[in-house]
């Protein structure tokens, strides 16, 4: 059982407009910035979204997110085929002083 | 350019140890910290604790706390991860990541290319 939660899976078609929630607690999200991490198929997991909102270089801007009290959201738009991957969204959480994690959203692009 | 490279795969039987090695390059090694994270076959992302390369403070999950054991070596850029006493559920691909600051609170910016650790008799 994962300390933030997510939706298992999600799915679009090529073009669509995606989001993904996660939602968390006043320890974690609601006190601390969210992250996000995609991981493609038999690979290690990629920054795709720090301190809420920034992207790192190299991230393209279809990707964004958001905060909003305990909750966050990561949207995913112009959806690609390369795109089909797990995301896992990630907090600090300051009890106990740990990094805490999504359970993770399969996405599908159908 | 950055690039962590961890140890290769290994197999071992319940109740020894294991330790994996993440070997840094293309940055300053005592400038940031060093993280790991676990991943048992199908599941997700478990974070197993963090170490100061500058000065070797560690924090572990509460849950592998006296089985885990995190150093680094300076000398050669290098950080590593020991875990004892292993179980069949300590089967996962093991993954070193730097924070983007140098504290354990800073997200990763760089992950090794995991290393598969499997726990059977």
Not at chain 1, 8 to 34: D, E, F, K, L, W
Not at chain 1, 50 to 62: A, E, F, K
Request: aromatic share 10%.
């Amino acid at each position: 059982q994962s300390v933030l939660t997510q939706p298992p899976s999600a799915s679009g078609t090529p073009g669509q407009r995606v989001t993904i929630s996660c939602s968390g607690s006043s320890s974690n999200i609601g006190g601390n910035a969210v992250t996000w991490y995609q991981q493609l198929p038999g690979t290690a997991p990629k920054l795709l979204i720090y301190s809420n909102n920034q992207r790192p270089s190299g991230v393209p801007d279809r990707f964004s997110g958001s905060k909003s009290g305990t909750s966050a959201s990561l949207a995913i738009s112009g959806l690609q085929s390369e795109d089909e991957a797990d995301y896992y969204c990630a907090a600090w959480d300051d009890s106990p002083n740990v990094w805490v994690f999504g359970g993770g959203t399969k996405l599908t692009v159908l | 350019q950055v690039q962590l490279v961890q140890s290769g795969a290994e197999v071992k039987k319940p109740g020894a140890s294991v330790k994996v090695s993440c070997k840094a390059s293309g940055y300053t090694f005592t400038s940031y910290g060093i993280s790991w994270v676990r991943q048992a076959p199908g599941q997700g992302l478990e974070w197993m604790g963090w170490i100061s390369t500058y000065n070797g403070n560690t924090n572990y999950a509460r849950k592998l706390q006296g089985r885990v054991t995190m150093t680094t070596d300076t000398s050669t850029s290098t950080a590593y991860m020991e875990l004892r006493s292993l179980r069949s559920d300590d089967t996962a691909v093991y993954y070193c990541a730097r924070g983007r600051g140098s504290g354990s609170y800073s997200p990763y910016d760089y992950w090794g290319q995991g290393t598969l650790v499997t726990v059977s008799s």
